[in-house]
């Protein structure tokens, strides 16, 4: 029988597609970092949880729960700089043009 696992699993399990094999340093676009970002304040939040859970409750002193508000203000950065480096904009921000209107003069009927 096997023993549960105390760690936290990751959001994502998958291994990364982009791994180099070469030895030299690449470069990291700014939107693999900020999934690396977001990665890691969510494994620091799942790893907080599981240390601070004692006896199935979950006991936060002040320290702790400002932590939490930061690493819940760095995800949420992080999130949004993944929103402006796929180019999308903010929800109702982005409204289609208008279509002109063609005029049409009235004629007189006879």
Not at 10 to 31: D, F, H, M, N, Y
Not at 59 to 80: F, G
Request: charged share 25%.
């Amino acid at each position: 029988m096997t023993a549960p696992n105390p760690q936290p699993q990751s959001q994502s399990q998958l291994p990364s597609a982009t791994a180099s094999v070469s030895k030299k340093a690449k470069r990291i676009s700014g939107r693999a970092q900020s999934y690396q970002v977001q990665e890691l304040t969510f494994d620091c939040l799942m790893a907080m949880k599981a240390a601070l859970t004692a006896k199935g409750e979950l006991k936060l002193t002040r320290e702790d729960a400002t932590a939490v508000a930061q690493l819940v203000r760095a995800w949420e950065s992080a999130q949004e700089r993944v929103r402006i480096n796929r180019g999308r904009p903010l929800p109702g921000t982005y409204r289609p043009k208008a279509k002109e209107k063609v005029y049409r003069p009235i004629e007189p009927l006879d």
